[in-house]
Every structure is written in C-alpha cells, then in structure tokens.
C-alpha cells in the first residue's frame, strides 16, 4: 500500500515538473470547410480528450456552439464583450505526441473593420485558454496529490492505533504470562502441600484401623471375662 503511495507522489512530481512550461501561442492555419482558416495555435500537456473537452466548455462562454467534422462553431461570438457577426472556430489537434487547441476564422466571412480587431482578441482567447487548461489540469494534479496525501495520513494513523493495541496487548500477554507462573507455582507448591497432606492421612488411617483393631480385642476380652462371672 505505501509503495502504491509513493509511486503515485512520483508520478505526481513528474507532472508538475512537465506543467511547468511557458505558453507559447503561434499563428497558424487549419483546414475549415475545404478552406485554410487563419487563427493562433498553443501546445499543451495534455491528452488529446482533455484539450477537446476543454476546447469545447471555453468556447460555450463565447456564444453557441456547434460541432461538425472535429470542428467546433461559435456563429456570432461575443469576445471582450463585443459581438461579431461571423463565426468562430476551433479545434484541437494532434501531431505524434504533441496535442494543440487552435482558435481561428476564415477572413473571406469577416468584414475588414472586423478583421483589425478580432486577430488579437483570437490571439488573447487562445493564450487564455492556454493558461486556464494548464491551471486546471495542476489543480487537478494538487487535488490528487491532496488525497495521496490523506490516504497516507489515514494509512499512518491506521498503523499507530495497530501499533497502540499491539503493545497494549503484548503487556497484557506479559502480565498474564506472569501471572500464570505464578499460578503454575502456587500450584505446584499446592501440590506438594496436598501430597504430604494425603500421605499423613493415609497414615492417620493405618494408625487409627490399628487402635481399632486393638480396641475390639480389648471388647472381646471383656466379654470373655463377662462370661466367666458365675
């Protein structure tokens, strides 16, 4: 069970050191449509799953989404508090070991008033995201390593309170140990006292059958004697 533990808290150190990264957000393009959209990229430590359920729940604060072919669409989504009329989208993505969430537009449905403000506002939402999913995922990691923790915690007050018993238990083996031997030799010596005790009185009873012996003989010649008086 403690190795369980430890390997477990080893495992938690090995994260927490993975987690320890700086976000880097990248411009990059991704296939919308049959279309390239253009849009901002970040590399996260994480499965493919996390960052996809992530993905999803960040972007239902922006608007109302809707999910088709592994992309994600938020039609006129409210970013720092202004609403756009075209859609946004995202993805997440995986290329060998490396798991990305990209967030992006097609230019050609945006106006291009909005374009000058919404690269940066994509931009912001993805280094956002970035930090609230590494967050999230430590806190998880501190959460876990909490109830390692108690397990540990309740495991060591477990084995104290066996510990307690099994020395109060030993020191009541000890004085019962002690206390039998000294019944054994209080009955050893009880013994020896009912032996000499029954051997006196065996020979009480040959001595008393012998005076009994000699009284009726006593008795028999005081009736002779008896018979003899004319």
Known sequence: MIKKILLLYLSFSVSFAGLAQTIAVKKENARIKNEYGEGFEVVLEGSFEEVDAALVKWMKNLGKTKKADN??????????????????????????????????????????????????????????????????????????????????????????????????????????????EKSLADNAQELITLTRRLEKNQHDQDSVAVAGEQIKKVIELHKERLQKVN
Do not use: H
């Not at 106006?111 to 609230?132: C, G, H, M, W």
């Open 71 to 180: 992309v994600l669409v938020v039609n006129e989504p409210v970013i720092a508090g202004v609403t756009y009329e075209a859609p946004l989208f995202s993805q997440p993505k995986q290329t060998g070991n490396l798991v990305s969430a990209w967030m992006g537009i097609l230019p050609d449905e945006w106006s291009k008033k909005d374009l000058e403000t919404i690269n940066p506002e994509i931009r912001n939402q993805v280094y956002d995201f970035a930090i609230a999913f590494q967050r999230e995922k430590i806190q998880r990691q501190i959460d876990e390593s909490v109830r390692a923790s108690q397990t540990v915690e309740r495991q060591q007050q477990r084995l104290q309170n066996q510990n307690r018993d099994l020395n109060t238990r030993i020191e009541d083996n000890k004085r019962e140990k002690i206390q039998l």
